[in-house]
């Protein structure tokens, strides 16, 4: 069993600073109405507590409400995003779909969406034909391993290749395999240490 640390909790502290604190608001903005209610007796009083007590929570809590506005803004904000979370890429403009793989450590790119962005043709049959277990059929459209996108650009001789290879590489390989999966798979100067 896992034991708690020792120690400031800085998230612990907040989440108890937060009630607390609007606890001691409300009390305050209580006792000043009942003082004002006291003091001046009947319905005045009544009127003039209730007042004084709107006025000071409003000033009071303002800083909560505003930070409670923020909190629910950023959580439908997630909320929205969710359905292309960690799926939406763009390469100069140009939206590419890149799914994870269920079982390993690497990812799909959509062919239509490469060739859109390379501006060329990306032959589906000779991909399918050299690397067989590298492109397959989704229901929307056909997808092509990293490597062999990587593989099949290193061939190619244009600019825009050499930068989507390089883009492919940058932003879809590596955080699909970690930084210790790419320091040994991109090859590790000679000599250096091995990661553990």
Do not use: N
Not at 56 to 73: E, F, R
Not at 88 to 102: A, L, M, N, P, S
Request: hydrophobic residues 45%; proline residues 4%.
């Amino acid at each position: 069993m896992s034991r708690a640390p020792f120690g400031f909790d800085a998230a612990s502290h907040e989440r108890h600073h937060w009630w607390r604190s609007a606890l001691f608001k409300l009390t305050l903005c209580g006792a000043f109405a009942a003082l004002a209610w006291w003091l001046v007796g009947g319905m005045a009083g009544l009127a003039l507590g209730g007042l004084i007590a709107i006025r000071s929570l409003g000033q009071a809590l303002a800083p909560d409400i505003v930070a409670l506005g923020a909190a629910i803004w950023r959580s439908l904000r997630a909320l929205a995003f969710k359905p292309v979370q960690g799926r939406f890429y763009q390469f100069k403009g140009h939206r590419i779909r890149v799914e994870d793989d269920e079982l390993l450590r690497q990812r799909w790119l959509a062919l239509d969406d490469l060739a859109t962005a390379l501006g060329s043709s990306m032959p589906a049959v000779s991909l399918r034909r050299r690397w067989p277990e590298g492109v397959r059929q989704q229901r929307d459209g056909v997808y092509v391993l990293d490597d062999v996108v990587l593989a099949w650009l290193g061939e190619q001789r244009e600019d825009r290749a050499g930068r989507l290879r390089l883009w492919v590489e940058r932003d879809v390989w590596y955080p699909a395999r970690g930084r210790k999966a790419s320091y040994t798979q991109k090859g590790a100067p000679q000599g250096a240490p091995t990661q553990d």
